[in-house]
């Protein structure tokens, strides 16, 4: 985008502290490839080598963002999660904790698409006249990287970056996603009333392993859970935080090898094992174990365990949800509390058996909103105290002041009703409120089973999934597909979900929706039905409809589309 004249006239007063020449100076150092960026749902993420440009990018955005905030400390996580070890990416972390603002994005790809030096420089003209930054004020930048090799170099570009606004920064090296989230928060809250913790690692680790050990005093220990790490940066971390739960907790970690980065992620990890359906390899389960695998940089967390039959059983983000509004629900209940309603939110992934579950057996408020953290969020802070994942288990439960207040107000009138409410004071202490956490989640699910001495079959219990199949199919140009009704209706192409309304009329129990990923240039296909071979059939064919519509497939058409 060029700047118009007015914007260059009004905005040129407040340009005095963008120092041109170091701008060009440093800009020169990170050119710019011959590729299309996009700011998506988890930022921008694809392979390392790419990225040098863009890193260098975001620190201007962050300082911009910092200073039109005034000078509240903004967060840069470069991590690239689940995907293969050779991607990289960076998202941006807003003052409380939560992802960067929606209209934000847009600038991020804007600025990052910029040709030349000059181009990079209009831009930053336009957004200061535009959303009338004080570039007098100053830029709080705090940042950290997962695992990745590449991290270390894309760690240069983003100081270079913050260099051009002379944005002050810290960097915390190694970290989970999460952490960075909760250090962001913290130190936007320190000495106020808001106060989120100690603003370090040792304080995030201090604050949940203390609030853990209230929640399960005097209960008899479970098995050690065996957890995967995915070989990412959750295996250093979790053995750090084991020092401070100590004997409160017993794990086994497997798949904790950083040093042999080509296998981060590899055969491991929620997501493989969430779209797999089957346990990571490094993981020998036999049917009395309880086993859980963390993404690559532990933000999500699934569960799984081996029925007698040696049958695979994934216990998602669906079930977490479900468990952790039960819980708290009974909790609330058992404390006397009687204003504070809990609801839950999910996206259409959700199987539909959850949502019955929570909508006719829990009784609660179920919203459905698109895909992607931010919205999951946003939504859940509309409750007293909402609970939200997805169902690739990213998730966390949001306790809203007013909630908080009864809770930390509320004595109980017996001793159960008092130990109801201490166990949901540790509770909103040790769920993260600003973003899914793996290590956070891991401690509320071991909580709850050790509460009721439940092993995860009994868990499973609360409902039986329908069977669900995820197909991608490529297509030419994914952008020409619009969703509506969080992302559970097409209204482009013309005329494509009436075809899939008529083709999921013939299958019971049937469901399934079409959208554009935000991530890979694809177009993804979600069905559930009855039984697993109706499910199969139900996804192929829809996404043999979705290959052929307007002959947009591209390649060769998957010989399963039906
Ligand atoms: C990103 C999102 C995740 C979402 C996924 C969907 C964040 C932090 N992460 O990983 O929530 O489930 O994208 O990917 O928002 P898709 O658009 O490719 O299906
Ligand atoms: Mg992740």
Request: hydrophobic share 40%; with cysteine; aromatic share 10%.
């Given at each position: 985008m060029l700047l118009s004249e007015q914007n260059r006239t009004s905005s040129s007063v407040n340009m005095a502290s963008v120092n041109v020449l170091s701008l060009n100076t440093?800009?020169?150092?990170?050119?710019?490839?011959?590729?299309?960026?996009?700011?998506?749902?988890?930022?921008?993420?694809?392979?390392?080598?790419?990225?040098?440009?863009?890193?260098?990018?975001?620190?201007?955005?962050?300082?911009?963002?910092?200073?039109?905030?005034?000078?509240?400390?903004i967060g840069v996580m470069i991590t690239a999660s689940h995907n293969p070890a050779a991607d990289n990416g960076v998202k941006l972390v807003d003052p409380m904790g939560e992802m960067l603002e929606g209209s934000w994005e847009a600038h991020a790809t804007?600025?990052?698409?910029a040709q030349t030096n000059e181009q990079v420089l209009d831009y930053i003209h336009v957004m200061v006249s535009s959303l009338k930054i004080d570039l007098t004020n100053p830029a709080n930048v705090v940042y950290g990287r997962d695992t990745r090799p590449s991290g270390e170099a894309l760690v240069s570009a983003l100081e270079d970056g913050l260099k051009?606004?002379?944005?002050?920064?810290?960097?915390?090296?190694?970290?989970?996603?999460?952490?960075?989230?909760?250090?962001?928060?913290?130190?936007?809250?320190?000495?106020?009333?808001?106060?989120?913790?100690?603003?370090?690692?040792?304080?995030?680790?201090?604050?949940?392993?203390?609030?853990?050990?209230?929640?399960?005093e005097g209960k008899?220990?479970?098995?050690?859970?065996?957890?995967?790490?995915?070989?990412?940066?959750?295996?250093?971390?979790?053995?750090?935080?084991?020092?401070?739960?100590?004997?409160?907790?017993a794990v086994k970690i497997v798949n904790d090898d950083i040093e042999n980065s080509s296998k981060l992620n590899l055969n491991s990890g929620a997501d493989f094992v969430k779209t797999g359906q089957r346990a990571p390899v490094g993981?020998?389960?036999?049917?009395?174990?309880?086993?859980?695998?963390?993404?690559?940089?532990?933000?999500?967390?699934?569960?799984?365990?081996?029925?007698e039959d040696n049958t695979f059983k994934l216990l998602d983000g669906d079930k977490i949800a479900g468990l952790a509004a039960m819980f708290i629900i009974d909790l609330v209940k058992a404390a006397g509390i009687d204003n504070i309603s809990v609801g839950v939110v999910q996206t259409a992934y959700a199987n539909g058996a959850s949502t019955q579950y929570l909508r006719n057996?829990?009784?609660v408020p179920v919203s459905c909103v698109s895909t992607g953290v931010k919205h999951l969020h946003h939504e859940a802070l509309k409750y007293d105290v909402g609970v939200y994942f997805e169902a690739n288990g990213h998730g966390t439960v949001v306790f809203s002041p007013t909630a908080l207040k009864t809770i930390y107000s509320t004595e109980g009138s017996s001793p159960a009703q008092a130990s109801?409410?201490?166990?949901?004071?540790?509770?909103?202490?040790?769920?993260?409120?600003?973003?899914?956490?793996?290590?956070?989640?891991?401690?509320?699910?071991?909580?709850?089973?050790?509460?009721?001495?439940?092993?995860?079959?009994?868990?499973?219990?609360?409902?039986?999934?329908?069977?669900?199949?995820?197909?991608?199919?490529?297509?030419?140009?994914?952008?020409?597909?619009?969703?509506?009704d969080a992302e559970r209706k097409l209204v482009e192409p013309a005329g494509l979900q009436d075809a899939i309304d008529a083709i999921v009329l013939k299958f019971r129990d049937g469901r399934s929706f079409v959208r554009p990923s935000g991530t890979e240039d694809v177009v993804r296909v979600y069905a559930e039905a009855a039984t697993r071979p109706e499910t199969d059939e139900l996804a192929f064919r829809i996404g043999g409809l979705v290959f052929d519509f307007n002959s947009n497939g591209s390649g060769t058409r998957p010989r399963e589309f039906i």
């Open positions: 440093l800009s020169d150092l990170h050119p710019k490839p011959d590729t299309t960026f996009t700011y998506g749902t988890a930022g921008f993420r694809m392979k390392a080598d790419l990225l040098d440009s863009v890193i260098f990018r975001t620190g201007i955005i962050a300082a911009l963002r910092s200073k039109k905030l005034g000078g509240k400390v804007a600025l990052s698409n051009v606004l002379g944005a002050q920064s810290t960097d915390y090296g190694i970290l989970t996603t999460p952490q960075l989230h909760y250090l962001t928060r913290c130190l936007n809250t320190v000495n106020t009333p808001e106060s989120y913790g100690e603003p370090t690692v040792e304080g995030y680790y201090k604050k949940l392993a203390a609030a853990y050990k209230v929640l399960v008899p220990k479970l098995s050690p859970v065996i957890l995967d790490c995915a070989n990412g940066v959750g295996a250093p971390k979790f053995k750090e935080f084991m020092n401070f739960l100590g004997d409160s907790f993981l020998k389960m036999t049917p009395q174990d309880r086993c859980a695998s963390f993404d690559g940089d532990a933000d999500r967390i699934v569960y799984y365990y081996m029925d057996t829990l009784n109801a409410v201490r166990s949901l004071r540790a509770l909103s202490e040790v769920i993260n409120q600003t973003v899914g956490d793996a290590f956070s989640d891991l401690l509320l699910v071991e909580t709850i089973l050790t509460q009721r001495q439940w092993t995860p079959k009994i868990w499973d219990q609360a409902y039986s999934d329908l069977p669900n199949r995820l197909v991608k199919v490529v297509v030419k140009e994914r952008s020409i597909f619009k969703t509506v």
